[in-house]
Protein backbone atom coordinates (compact mmCIF):
# COMPACT_ATOMS: atom_id res chain seq x y z
CA UNK A 1 0.00 0.00 0.00
CA UNK A 2 2.49 2.31 1.12
CA UNK A 3 4.41 1.78 -2.40
CA UNK A 4 1.13 2.15 -4.29
CA UNK A 5 0.65 5.68 -2.55
CA UNK A 6 4.41 6.53 -3.31
CA UNK A 7 4.07 5.36 -7.33
CA UNK A 8 0.53 7.67 -6.83
CA UNK A 9 2.67 10.75 -5.47
CA UNK A 10 5.14 9.92 -7.67
CA UNK A 11 3.24 10.28 -10.84
CA UNK A 12 2.05 13.85 -9.94
CA UNK A 13 5.58 15.38 -9.04
CA UNK A 14 5.67 18.60 -11.25
CA UNK A 15 8.80 17.22 -12.96
CA UNK A 16 6.31 14.63 -14.86
CA UNK A 17 4.01 16.95 -16.38
CA UNK A 18 6.21 20.00 -17.45
CA UNK A 19 8.24 17.33 -19.68
CA UNK A 20 5.27 15.01 -20.65
CA UNK A 21 2.59 16.50 -22.54
CA UNK A 22 0.81 13.60 -23.30
CA UNK A 23 0.15 13.44 -19.63
CA UNK A 24 -0.89 16.92 -19.34
CA UNK A 25 -3.21 16.83 -22.22
CA UNK A 26 -4.99 13.27 -20.37
CA UNK A 27 -5.59 15.29 -17.41
CA UNK A 28 -6.63 18.44 -18.76
CA UNK A 29 -9.40 16.37 -20.84
CA UNK A 30 -10.26 14.30 -17.24
CA UNK A 31 -10.95 17.68 -15.97
CA UNK A 32 -12.76 19.31 -18.82
CA UNK A 33 -15.03 15.80 -18.60
CA UNK A 34 -15.36 16.45 -15.13
CA UNK A 35 -16.83 20.41 -15.45
CA UNK A 36 -19.59 19.23 -18.10
CA UNK A 37 -20.45 16.38 -16.75
CA UNK A 38 -21.53 18.04 -12.94
CA UNK A 39 -23.05 21.06 -15.48
CA UNK A 40 -24.77 18.82 -17.55
CA UNK A 41 -26.36 16.56 -15.42
CA UNK A 42 -27.43 19.05 -12.68
CA UNK A 43 -30.92 19.14 -13.96
CA UNK A 44 -31.14 15.42 -14.41
CA UNK A 45 -29.93 14.38 -10.95
CA UNK A 46 -32.26 16.83 -9.39
CA UNK A 47 -35.16 15.04 -11.24
CA UNK A 48 -33.93 11.43 -10.47
CA UNK A 49 -32.96 11.95 -7.17
CA UNK A 50 -33.30 15.05 -5.99
CA UNK A 51 -30.21 15.87 -5.53
CA UNK A 52 -28.17 17.83 -8.24
CA UNK A 53 -24.85 16.42 -7.78
CA UNK A 54 -25.52 12.19 -7.84
CA UNK A 55 -24.20 11.86 -11.02
CA UNK A 56 -21.15 14.65 -10.51
CA UNK A 57 -20.15 12.29 -7.21
CA UNK A 58 -20.06 9.29 -9.73
CA UNK A 59 -18.57 10.04 -12.20
CA UNK A 60 -15.58 12.03 -10.02
CA UNK A 61 -15.89 8.63 -8.11
CA UNK A 62 -14.67 6.68 -11.82
CA UNK A 63 -12.64 9.45 -13.00
CA UNK A 64 -10.33 8.59 -9.40
CA UNK A 65 -10.89 4.36 -9.85
CA UNK A 66 -9.51 5.28 -13.51
CA UNK A 67 -6.55 7.63 -12.10
CA UNK A 68 -5.86 4.56 -9.98
CA UNK A 69 -5.65 2.18 -12.77
CA UNK A 70 -3.63 4.76 -14.87
CA UNK A 71 -1.18 5.00 -12.20
CA UNK A 72 -0.66 0.96 -11.75
CA UNK A 73 -0.49 1.01 -15.70
CA UNK A 74 1.79 3.66 -15.68
CA UNK A 75 4.57 1.53 -13.34
CA UNK A 76 3.60 -1.89 -14.66
CA UNK A 77 7.12 -3.36 -15.98
CA UNK A 78 5.53 -3.32 -19.52
CA UNK A 79 7.45 -6.70 -20.42
CA UNK A 80 4.94 -8.55 -17.53
CA UNK A 81 2.36 -7.43 -19.54
CA UNK A 82 2.37 -10.37 -21.76
CA UNK A 83 2.01 -12.87 -18.65
CA UNK A 84 -1.49 -11.16 -17.69
CA UNK A 85 -2.70 -10.60 -21.12
CA UNK A 86 -4.71 -13.88 -21.45
CA UNK A 87 -6.07 -13.60 -17.66
CA UNK A 88 -7.41 -10.16 -18.77
CA UNK A 89 -8.76 -11.60 -22.28
CA UNK A 90 -10.54 -14.61 -20.44
CA UNK A 91 -12.02 -12.22 -17.93
CA UNK A 92 -13.70 -10.70 -20.86
CA UNK A 93 -14.33 -13.41 -22.84
CA UNK A 94 -16.32 -14.46 -19.47
CA UNK A 95 -18.47 -11.46 -19.25
CA UNK A 96 -19.14 -11.01 -22.92
CA UNK A 97 -20.19 -15.00 -23.38
CA UNK A 98 -22.52 -14.49 -20.62
CA UNK A 99 -24.07 -11.25 -22.52
CA UNK A 100 -24.24 -13.62 -25.05
CA UNK A 101 -26.28 -15.90 -23.00
CA UNK A 102 -28.77 -13.73 -21.75
CA UNK A 103 -29.88 -12.67 -25.26
CA UNK A 104 -31.27 -16.30 -25.31
CA UNK A 105 -34.07 -14.92 -22.52
CA UNK A 106 -36.84 -12.48 -22.36
CA UNK A 107 -35.50 -8.89 -22.42
CA UNK A 108 -35.85 -7.50 -18.65
CA UNK A 109 -34.65 -4.77 -17.15
CA UNK A 110 -33.41 -6.62 -13.60
CA UNK A 111 -30.81 -8.77 -12.78
CA UNK A 112 -26.97 -9.09 -13.67
CA UNK A 113 -27.28 -8.40 -17.35
CA UNK A 114 -29.78 -5.87 -17.80
CA UNK A 115 -31.61 -5.32 -21.54
CA UNK A 116 -31.48 -1.29 -22.21
CA UNK A 117 -33.39 -0.07 -25.19
CA UNK A 118 -33.35 -3.42 -26.84
CA UNK A 119 -29.67 -4.04 -26.41
CA UNK A 120 -27.35 -6.38 -23.60
CA UNK A 121 -24.35 -4.38 -23.43
CA UNK A 122 -24.28 -4.08 -19.56
CA UNK A 123 -23.36 -6.56 -16.40
CA UNK A 124 -24.33 -5.50 -13.02
CA UNK A 125 -22.07 -6.23 -10.56
CA UNK A 126 -24.58 -5.95 -7.37
CA UNK A 127 -28.76 -6.02 -9.00
CA UNK A 128 -31.47 -6.15 -6.30
CA UNK A 129 -31.48 -7.65 -3.57
CA UNK A 130 -27.90 -6.95 -3.16
CA UNK A 131 -26.86 -4.21 -1.33
CA UNK A 132 -25.98 -1.10 -3.37
CA UNK A 133 -22.77 0.98 -2.84
CA UNK A 134 -22.67 4.34 -0.84
CA UNK A 135 -22.92 7.48 -2.97
CA UNK A 136 -22.42 5.05 -6.15
CA UNK A 137 -25.26 2.44 -5.80
CA UNK A 138 -25.40 -0.39 -8.36
CA UNK A 139 -21.81 -1.22 -10.09
CA UNK A 140 -22.20 -2.39 -13.47
CA UNK A 141 -19.76 -2.02 -16.65
CA UNK A 142 -19.74 -2.71 -20.23
CA UNK A 143 -17.45 -5.79 -20.97
CA UNK A 144 -17.14 -4.54 -24.34
CA UNK A 145 -14.73 -1.81 -22.88
CA UNK A 146 -12.47 -4.46 -21.28
CA UNK A 147 -12.45 -6.40 -24.76
CA UNK A 148 -10.72 -3.29 -26.15
CA UNK A 149 -7.77 -3.68 -24.18
CA UNK A 150 -7.75 -7.42 -24.34
CA UNK A 151 -7.64 -7.17 -27.80
CA UNK A 152 -4.72 -4.68 -28.19
CA UNK A 153 -2.84 -6.93 -25.72
CA UNK A 154 -3.35 -10.01 -27.44
CA UNK A 155 -2.60 -8.59 -31.05
CA UNK A 156 0.33 -7.01 -29.59
CA UNK A 157 1.35 -10.42 -27.88
CA UNK A 158 0.99 -12.65 -30.95
CA UNK A 159 2.43 -10.19 -33.65
CA UNK A 160 5.74 -10.72 -31.20
CA UNK A 161 5.70 -14.02 -31.04
CA UNK A 162 9.02 -15.17 -32.26
CA UNK A 163 8.46 -18.55 -32.11
CA UNK A 164 5.62 -18.20 -34.87
CA UNK A 165 5.46 -17.47 -38.68
CA UNK A 166 3.38 -15.04 -39.99
CA UNK A 167 0.34 -17.21 -41.22
CA UNK A 168 0.73 -18.78 -37.27
CA UNK A 169 0.39 -15.26 -36.01
CA UNK A 170 -2.86 -14.09 -37.87
CA UNK A 171 -4.78 -17.43 -36.95
CA UNK A 172 -3.82 -16.86 -33.94
CA UNK A 173 -4.97 -13.29 -33.44
CA UNK A 174 -8.22 -14.07 -35.48
CA UNK A 175 -9.24 -17.26 -33.31
CA UNK A 176 -9.01 -15.17 -30.16
CA UNK A 177 -9.73 -11.68 -30.95
CA UNK A 178 -12.89 -13.15 -33.76
CA UNK A 179 -14.64 -14.58 -30.94
CA UNK A 180 -14.82 -10.94 -28.83
CA UNK A 181 -15.86 -9.01 -31.74
CA UNK A 182 -18.43 -11.08 -32.72
CA UNK A 183 -20.15 -11.41 -29.21
CA UNK A 184 -19.79 -7.17 -28.74
CA UNK A 185 -21.35 -6.84 -32.72
CA UNK A 186 -24.37 -9.58 -31.72
CA UNK A 187 -24.70 -7.73 -28.61
CA UNK A 188 -25.80 -5.22 -30.65
CA UNK A 189 -22.95 -2.99 -30.59
CA UNK A 190 -22.05 -2.76 -34.20
CA UNK A 191 -20.07 0.37 -33.11
CA UNK A 192 -17.86 -1.00 -30.48
CA UNK A 193 -17.23 -3.85 -33.35
CA UNK A 194 -16.40 -1.79 -35.71
CA UNK A 195 -13.84 0.29 -33.37
CA UNK A 196 -12.33 -3.14 -32.44
CA UNK A 197 -11.66 -3.90 -36.13
CA UNK A 198 -10.63 -0.90 -36.59
CA UNK A 199 -7.43 -0.90 -34.14
CA UNK A 200 -6.59 -4.40 -35.04
CA UNK A 201 -6.07 -3.17 -38.49
CA UNK A 202 -3.84 -0.12 -37.62
CA UNK A 203 -1.51 -2.76 -35.78
CA UNK A 204 -1.29 -4.78 -38.88
CA UNK A 205 -0.72 -1.62 -41.08
CA UNK A 206 2.22 -1.16 -38.44
CA UNK A 207 3.36 -4.91 -38.16
CA UNK A 208 3.53 -4.07 -42.20
CA UNK A 209 3.68 -7.42 -44.01
CA UNK A 210 2.09 -8.48 -46.56
CA UNK A 211 -0.61 -5.80 -46.56
CA UNK A 212 -2.11 -7.09 -49.61
CA UNK A 213 -3.99 -9.81 -47.78
CA UNK A 214 -5.21 -7.10 -45.99
CA UNK A 215 -6.73 -5.42 -48.97
CA UNK A 216 -8.97 -8.73 -49.92
CA UNK A 217 -9.98 -9.12 -46.11
CA UNK A 218 -11.50 -5.58 -45.69
CA UNK A 219 -14.75 -5.45 -48.08
CA UNK A 220 -15.15 -8.90 -46.98
CA UNK A 221 -15.57 -7.21 -42.90
CA UNK A 222 -17.06 -4.06 -44.44
CA UNK A 223 -19.94 -6.44 -46.17
CA UNK A 224 -20.58 -8.88 -43.41
CA UNK A 225 -21.10 -5.11 -41.14
CA UNK A 226 -23.75 -4.12 -43.66
CA UNK A 227 -25.65 -7.63 -44.27
CA UNK A 228 -26.40 -8.06 -40.10
CA UNK A 229 -27.32 -4.22 -40.04
CA UNK A 230 -29.90 -4.87 -43.00
CA UNK A 231 -31.19 -7.60 -41.41
CA UNK A 232 -31.16 -6.88 -37.99
CA UNK A 233 -34.18 -4.25 -37.03
CA UNK A 234 -32.88 -2.16 -33.97
CA UNK A 235 -29.52 -1.40 -36.64
CA UNK A 236 -31.61 -0.82 -39.67
CA UNK A 237 -34.50 1.63 -37.83
CA UNK A 238 -31.14 3.48 -36.57
CA UNK A 239 -29.50 3.83 -40.06
CA UNK A 240 -33.22 4.81 -41.54
CA UNK A 241 -33.33 7.64 -38.77
CA UNK A 242 -29.83 8.87 -39.73
CA UNK A 243 -30.90 8.78 -43.73
CA UNK A 244 -35.13 10.06 -42.74
CA UNK A 245 -36.34 7.14 -44.17
CA UNK A 246 -38.66 7.88 -41.59
CA UNK A 247 -39.13 11.28 -41.29
CA UNK A 248 -41.05 10.74 -37.59
CA UNK A 249 -40.13 13.70 -35.43
CA UNK A 250 -40.14 11.30 -32.36
CA UNK A 251 -37.47 9.32 -34.29
CA UNK A 252 -35.65 12.08 -35.71
CA UNK A 253 -36.17 13.92 -31.84
CA UNK A 254 -32.24 13.32 -30.46
CA UNK A 255 -30.71 14.29 -33.86
CA UNK A 256 -33.13 17.10 -33.99
CA UNK A 257 -31.80 18.52 -30.45
CA UNK A 258 -28.12 17.26 -30.62
CA UNK A 259 -28.22 20.11 -33.88
CA UNK A 260 -30.23 22.89 -31.71
CA UNK A 261 -27.70 22.52 -28.86
CA UNK A 262 -24.59 23.11 -31.77
CA UNK A 263 -26.49 25.70 -33.83
CA UNK A 264 -27.54 27.98 -30.70
CA UNK A 265 -24.24 28.07 -29.26
CA UNK A 266 -22.60 30.09 -32.38
CA UNK A 267 -18.79 30.82 -32.33
CA UNK A 268 -18.50 31.61 -28.72
CA UNK A 269 -21.72 29.97 -27.06
CA UNK A 270 -24.34 30.92 -24.99
CA UNK A 271 -21.40 30.74 -21.77
CA UNK A 272 -20.91 28.40 -19.02
CA UNK A 273 -23.22 27.15 -17.02
CA UNK A 274 -26.10 28.20 -18.88
CA UNK A 275 -27.29 25.42 -21.63
CA UNK A 276 -30.77 25.19 -21.95
CA UNK A 277 -30.92 21.90 -23.36
CA UNK A 278 -30.10 20.02 -20.18
CA UNK A 279 -33.78 20.94 -19.06
CA UNK A 280 -34.86 17.59 -20.08
CA UNK A 281 -34.88 18.38 -23.67
CA UNK A 282 -31.09 16.33 -24.96
CA UNK A 283 -31.14 12.56 -24.42
CA UNK A 284 -28.00 10.95 -22.87
CA UNK A 285 -27.07 14.59 -22.63
CA UNK A 286 -24.15 13.24 -20.21
CA UNK A 287 -23.20 10.70 -21.91
CA UNK A 288 -22.43 10.24 -25.91
CA UNK A 289 -24.22 13.85 -26.21
CA UNK A 290 -22.30 15.97 -23.56
CA UNK A 291 -20.15 17.48 -26.32
CA UNK A 292 -23.27 19.06 -28.06
CA UNK A 293 -23.56 20.97 -24.00
CA UNK A 294 -20.01 21.95 -25.23
CA UNK A 295 -21.11 23.15 -28.63
CA UNK A 296 -24.03 24.77 -26.41
CA UNK A 297 -22.10 26.15 -23.85
CA UNK A 298 -18.90 26.98 -25.10
CA UNK A 299 -19.39 27.47 -29.14
CA UNK A 300 -17.42 26.84 -31.88
CA UNK A 301 -14.49 27.48 -29.88
CA UNK A 302 -15.02 25.40 -27.20
CA UNK A 303 -15.94 22.60 -29.32
CA UNK A 304 -12.88 23.28 -31.37
CA UNK A 305 -10.79 23.27 -28.55
CA UNK A 306 -11.90 20.11 -27.23
CA UNK A 307 -11.42 18.33 -30.38
CA UNK A 308 -8.08 19.61 -30.84
CA UNK A 309 -6.98 18.48 -27.53
CA UNK A 310 -8.38 14.82 -28.24
CA UNK A 311 -6.36 14.75 -31.67
CA UNK A 312 -3.60 16.00 -30.32
CA UNK A 313 -3.18 13.03 -27.62
CA UNK A 314 -3.96 10.24 -30.59
CA UNK A 315 -0.98 12.46 -32.07
CA UNK A 316 1.08 12.20 -29.04
CA UNK A 317 0.03 8.44 -29.01
CA UNK A 318 1.28 8.09 -32.55
CA UNK A 319 4.19 9.74 -31.93
CA UNK A 320 5.16 7.88 -28.85
CA UNK A 321 4.91 4.27 -31.31
CA UNK A 322 6.92 5.98 -34.00
CA UNK A 323 9.91 6.81 -31.12
CA UNK A 324 9.87 3.22 -30.20
CA UNK A 325 12.86 0.37 -31.50
CA UNK A 326 10.57 -2.48 -29.86
CA UNK A 327 8.03 -3.62 -31.77
CA UNK A 328 5.92 -5.18 -28.86
CA UNK A 329 5.96 -0.89 -27.71
CA UNK A 330 5.42 0.30 -30.41
CA UNK A 331 2.04 -2.05 -31.13
CA UNK A 332 0.83 -1.44 -27.94
CA UNK A 333 1.13 2.64 -28.54
CA UNK A 334 -0.49 2.14 -31.69
CA UNK A 335 -3.41 0.20 -30.44
CA UNK A 336 -3.78 1.83 -27.48
CA UNK A 337 -3.93 5.34 -29.78
CA UNK A 338 -6.47 4.13 -32.16
CA UNK A 339 -8.70 2.98 -29.65
CA UNK A 340 -8.68 6.46 -28.34
CA UNK A 341 -8.71 7.96 -31.58
CA UNK A 342 -11.70 5.73 -33.49
CA UNK A 343 -13.64 6.12 -30.32
CA UNK A 344 -13.12 10.03 -30.28
CA UNK A 345 -14.43 9.83 -34.14
CA UNK A 346 -17.36 7.59 -34.09
CA UNK A 347 -18.74 9.89 -31.41
CA UNK A 348 -17.91 12.92 -33.24
CA UNK A 349 -19.07 11.99 -36.59
CA UNK A 350 -22.68 10.94 -34.62
CA UNK A 351 -22.34 14.53 -33.53
CA UNK A 352 -21.73 16.20 -36.74
CA UNK A 353 -24.48 13.90 -38.16
CA UNK A 354 -22.05 11.86 -40.80
CA UNK A 355 -23.58 8.63 -39.19
CA UNK A 356 -26.12 7.40 -36.86
CA UNK A 357 -26.29 7.58 -33.46
CA UNK A 358 -24.32 5.12 -31.68
CA UNK A 359 -24.00 5.42 -28.27
CA UNK A 360 -20.20 5.40 -27.96
CA UNK A 361 -19.14 8.11 -25.51
CA UNK A 362 -16.49 11.14 -26.62
CA UNK A 363 -13.52 9.21 -24.81
CA UNK A 364 -12.41 10.99 -21.24
CA UNK A 365 -14.61 13.62 -21.46
CA UNK A 366 -18.57 11.52 -21.27
CA UNK A 367 -20.06 10.41 -17.79
CA UNK A 368 -19.34 6.38 -17.40
CA UNK A 369 -17.50 4.02 -15.17
CA UNK A 370 -16.24 1.11 -17.81
CA UNK A 371 -15.20 4.15 -20.31
CA UNK A 372 -12.88 6.16 -18.24
CA UNK A 373 -11.32 3.00 -16.38
CA UNK A 374 -10.33 0.73 -19.15
CA UNK A 375 -9.04 3.31 -21.51
CA UNK A 376 -7.60 5.33 -18.36
CA UNK A 377 -5.54 2.15 -17.96
CA UNK A 378 -4.78 1.90 -21.64
CA UNK A 379 -3.63 5.33 -21.48
CA UNK A 380 -1.39 4.12 -18.81
CA UNK A 381 0.37 1.76 -20.35
CA UNK A 382 0.46 4.37 -23.31
CA UNK A 383 2.54 6.74 -20.67
CA UNK A 384 4.45 3.97 -19.18
CA UNK A 385 5.87 3.30 -22.37
CA UNK A 386 6.27 7.69 -23.29
CA UNK A 387 8.60 7.78 -19.63
CA UNK A 388 11.77 6.49 -21.15
CA UNK A 389 11.12 9.08 -24.42
CA UNK A 390 10.48 12.47 -22.25
CA UNK A 391 12.72 11.11 -19.08
CA UNK A 392 15.66 10.63 -22.01
CA UNK A 393 14.82 13.78 -23.17
CA UNK A 394 14.91 16.02 -20.57
CA UNK A 395 17.46 14.22 -18.17
Known amino acids: MKNFSASLSQLFKFRYFKNNPFLITTFILLIIGIYFVFNATVVTSLELYNNPYIFAIKHLSWVLMGILFFNLAF ?31 PCSNTGFTPCVKGAIRWVVLNPAPLPEIPFIGQISFQPSELAKLALVLVCAYFFTKETLNFEAKIKKILIYCAPIIILVFFQPN ?51 TFLEVNSSEDQNYHQNQIEISLGSGGVFGIGLG ?9 PEIYSDSIFAVIGEEAGMIGTYLVTFLIFYLVYLGLKIASLQTDMYNKLLAVGISAWFGFQAVVNLASMAQLMPLTGVPLPLISYGGSSTIFLMTGLGILGNISKSIYERKHY
Open 274 to 282: KSRQKFSFL
Open 75 to 105: YFKIYNLRRITFSIYFVSLFFLLTLGVAKFF
Open 190 to 240: KSTAGIMVSILVAMYLIYGERLKKLLYLLPIIAGIFIFFILFNSYSLNRVK
